[in-house]
């Protein structure tokens, strides 16, 4: 653990200072090709693919460790990397990180531990431009996309601290933290291409899955993506009018249209899509939402995760009743496969819904510019 003090479930970290000197291209969010133009002809071209392995696939967060090197590369180059502004550690072994970038704005980042496997919640945008009623991302707003760079250093930065290998063991990556994935999708799909670079990070499409709100002419646009995540769609609702007032930016692409472009995406031989419901109580739990859920979908390839609400303050809802939840799964069920999603880091404001910088009124504490 890096020098810092620990309060709780809060361990803070020194920040990192700029350094002086002449400006550096970041590697991070260049690919291959990316790094070999920014190259020139001022080095042998070999030296590409030594920077290029040096950040994606040893996971190096600062060029100074990397030994096959030269000093006048190290000069020019620098990793971009995120860093740690302030992370919490949940009784359930998740890990919620807010991570620096270069301008000085924040994202949050989750890592979520299981038996054989870990999974990373990654964020797209700062902040979220999508009014969903139920999030807490939502009363952030947006402050603006990230780049490639930004997304793939998440990654990095908890590959790095945890000691990840997608080699080694099973590792997923999911685009639901902060922000809606399709409205930076150049940006997302760079990033996917990166991460998938089996001389680099190694991941496989399989195991990245990217979370959209419903945006329709995005959705196609992914689907046409050489090299593209799963896709994963936020439902939460089981009408056109239950669903515009949880998701207002359902006035702009219709419950109907959101379906119909569901049936036409092109999936994968070994892909199916995922519907995520959130259930809150009274609100859209019902047996009869449930049975309009699974008309909506019994014709598509498909699975439901069901999502109890997770509270959190500003947030007019309330978690429905276990028994209401496993009856909605029953329902369901008969015709897709429906899980229910356990909640993880639900005590440091780390589960779905839940990603907003939380100080004040909180009970946690987030210092060191947050």
Same mark, same amino acid.
């Given at each position: 653990?890096?020098?810092?003090?620990?309060?709780?479930?809060?361990?803070?970290?020194?920040?990192?200072?700029?350094?002086?000197?002449?400006?550096?291209?970041?590697?991070?969010?260049?690919?291959?090709?990316?790094?070999?133009?920014?190259?020139?002809?001022?080095?042998?071209?070999?030296?590409? #693919?030594? /920077?290029?392995?040096?950040?994606?696939?040893?996971?190096? !967060?600062?060029?100074? +460790?990397?030994?096959? $090197?030269? =000093?006048?590369?190290?000069?020019?180059?620098?990793?971009?990397?995120?860093?740690?502004?302030?992370?919490?550690?949940?009784?359930?072994?998740?890990?919620?990180?807010?991570?620096?970038?270069?301008?000085?704005?924040?994202?949050?980042?989750?890592?979520?531990?299981?038996?054989?496997?870990?999974?990373?919640?990654?964020?797209?945008?700062?902040?979220?431009?999508?009014?969903?009623?139920?999030?807490?991302?939502?009363?952030?707003?947006?402050? #603006?996309? /990230?780049?490639?760079?930004?997304?793939?250093?998440?990654? !990095?930065?908890?590959? +790095?601290?945890?000691? $990840?290998? =997608?080699?080694?063991?099973?590792?997923?990556?999911?685009?639901?933290?902060?922000?809606?994935?399709?409205?930076?999708?150049?940006?997302?799909?760079?990033?996917?291409?990166?991460?998938?670079?089996?001389?680099?990070?190694?991941?496989?499409?399989?195991?990245?899955?990217?979370?959209?709100?419903?945006?329709?002419?995005?959705?196609?646009?992914?689907?046409?993506?050489?090299?593209?995540?799963?896709?994963?769609?936020?439902?939460?609702?089981?009408?056109?009018?239950?669903?515009?007032?949880?998701?207002?930016?359902?006035?702009?692409?219709?419950?109907?249209?959101?379906?119909?472009?569901?049936?036409?995406?092109?999936?994968?031989?070994?892909?199916?899509?995922?519907?995520?419901?959130?259930?809150?109580?009274?609100?859209?739990?019902?047996?009869?939402?449930?049975?309009?859920?699974?008309?909506?979908?019994?014709?598509?390839?498909?699975?439901v995760n069901l999502i109890a609400f997770n509270p959190g303050p500003g947030l007019p809802f309330e978690a429905p009743d276990p028994e209401r939840v496993l009856?909605?799964?029953?329902?369901?069920?008969?015709?897709?496969?429906?899980?229910?999603?356990?909640?993880?880091?639900?005590?440091?404001?780390?589960?779905?819904?839940?990603?907003?910088?939380?100080?004040?009124?909180?009970?946690?504490?987030?210092?060191?510019?947050?």
């Amino acid at each position: 653990m890096e020098s810092g003090q620990k309060t709780d479930n809060l361990i803070v970290t020194e920040p990192q200072t700029p350094q002086d000197g002449p400006i550096q291209q970041r590697l991070l969010g260049m690919d291959l090709h990316d790094i070999e133009v920014a190259l020139g002809d001022r080095h042998p071209r070999f030296r590409a #693919r030594q /920077l290029f392995e040096a950040v994606y696939a040893k996971r190096l !967060l600062d060029l100074n +460790a990397a030994t096959t $090197l030269s =000093p006048k590369l190290k000069e020019e180059f620098s990793t971009g990397a995120l860093t740690e502004d302030s992370r919490y550690e949940s009784t359930d072994g998740t890990v919620r990180y807010l991570l620096g970038m270069q301008d000085g704005k924040t994202v949050e980042t989750v890592f979520m531990p299981e038996r054989g496997r870990d999974t990373l919640c990654i964020s797209s945008q700062v902040g979220c431009p999508v009014d969903c009623k139920f999030c807490l991302t939502a009363l952030m707003g947006l402050d #603006r996309n /990230l780049t490639a760079g930004e997304i793939v250093g998440q990654v !990095l930065h908890i590959a +790095a601290k945890h000691k $990840l290998d =997608p080699h080694d063991r099973q590792m997923n990556i999911v685009m639901m933290g902060q922000g809606e994935p399709l409205m930076n999708l150049d940006a997302v799909l760079k990033a996917t291409r990166i991460l998938c670079d089996p001389n680099g990070v190694g991941m496989s499409e399989r195991r990245i899955t990217v979370s959209t709100s419903g945006l329709v002419q995005k959705i196609w646009e992914l689907g046409q993506a050489p090299m593209r995540p799963k896709l994963a769609i936020s439902l939460n609702a089981s009408t056109e009018e239950q669903r515009v007032e949880l998701m207002p930016i359902t006035k702009k692409w219709h419950l109907k249209d959101l379906m119909e472009v569901c049936a036409k995406y092109p999936l994968r031989p070994w892909e199916m899509l995922t519907f995520e419901y959130v259930l809150l109580r009274g609100v859209n739990d019902s047996d009869a939402d449930a049975k309009r859920v699974r008309k909506l979908i019994a014709n598509l390839k498909c699975k439901v995760n069901l999502i109890a609400f997770n509270p959190g303050p500003g947030l007019p809802f309330e978690a429905p009743d276990p028994e209401r939840v496993l009856s909605f799964q029953t329902l369901v069920r008969a015709s897709v496969p429906c899980f229910i999603r356990k909640p993880r880091g639900l005590d440091i404001y780390a589960a779905c819904g839940q990603l907003k910088h939380m100080t004040e009124g909180s009970g946690l504490v987030a210092i060191g510019g947050v």
